[in-house]
């Protein structure tokens, strides 16, 4: 696969090794043996995975009901398993999407699905970081795709467990979603998905641990956040019921028809901990 300028190849991607995980071909040899490695030493991670990228699409069909029309997808990977713009498509005609992501293969492949699906009026790729929000938002606005003065849905899926560096080395996450925070509109949402060790059985606490301990080798080290500062990141929001569960207990009713079924020995062994906030 071609590489884009700026790309990598020395180290594995979270975006590339996580579009592994779920099947996808956006990925490079690198990113193909890290991910190799994992599933045989934790082959908890691809239903782990799966189960969070049908927790997105659930969310997703259960906003566009809401009345949610606008969405904005902040780390949005690759094209994988469905995209956010695509189950919007299966509830509603009008939704418009913009996918952000700092990674240059994500921002290609997205480009070029949304030019073969001929959708690139309605929907946009956006090249840019998480934790300078007011950049972001500018290029937002300036899409044209969006109206950030109506209400949208900001979509956070297991991104934040991505270490987010600052200028001296400390995680700006908290900093980035608070301002966010400030940003949204009144009626808009915030949606979040995170890593946790909390409330999981022991055996997979030691193995998140060691699985985190591989990403500190790579391009993008994680942080696995106890649930009460994964639940401080939406502030004051209000919840949506059922507040913060484990993603397949977020709403299963919105699952997909076709979605494929993934089997947990208990929902904590999903190990991603998400919710859904509304600015009122």
Request: glycine share 8%; with cysteine.
């Amino acid at each position: 696969m071609f590489a884009p300028e700026g790309v990598d190849l020395e180290h594995p991607n979270v975006a590339r090794v996580y579009d592994y995980y779920l099947g996808g071909k956006a990925n490079y040899a690198v990113d193909r043996v890290f991910g190799e490695k994992a599933l045989e030493r934790y082959p908890f991670v691809a239903p782990a995975a799966k189960a969070n990228r049908l927790f997105l699409h659930r969310v997703v069909r259960y906003l566009c009901k809401q009345g949610v029309r606008q969405f904005i997808d902040i780390g949005s990977g690759v094209p994988t398993m469905g995209s956010t713009h695509q189950v919007a498509d299966e509830v509603v005609d009008d939704a418009s999407c913009a996918y952000v992501d700092n990674e240059p293969v994500a921002v290609a492949h997205s480009r070029i699905l949304l030019e073969q699906e001929e959708v690139t009026d309605q929907h946009t790729v956006l090249h840019a970081d998480l934790r300078d929000p007011d950049g972001l938002w500018q290029q937002i606005e300036e899409s044209g795709v969006i109206d950030v003065e109506q209400p949208v849905a900001l979509l956070l899926i297991a991104v934040l467990h991505v270490t987010q560096p600052g200028p001296s080395g400390e995680d700006v996450g908290p900093q980035a979603v608070a301002r966010f925070r400030e940003l949204l509109p009144k009626g808009s949402y915030l949606v979040i998905s995170h890593g946790t060790a909390d409330d999981v059985p022991e055996k997979r606490k030691q193995e998140m641990a060691e699985f985190g301990k591989m990403y500190d080798k790579s391009s993008t080290p994680v942080i696995w956040r106890p649930h009460d500062e994964i639940e401080a990141f939406f502030g004051d929001f209000e919840m949506v019921e059922p507040g913060c569960t484990w993603t397949p207990l977020w709403h299963p009713e919105e699952t997909g028809e076709n979605a494929p079924v993934i089997e947990f020995d208990s929902p904590n062994d999903s190990v991603v901990w998400a919710g859904v906030g509304r600015k009122a």
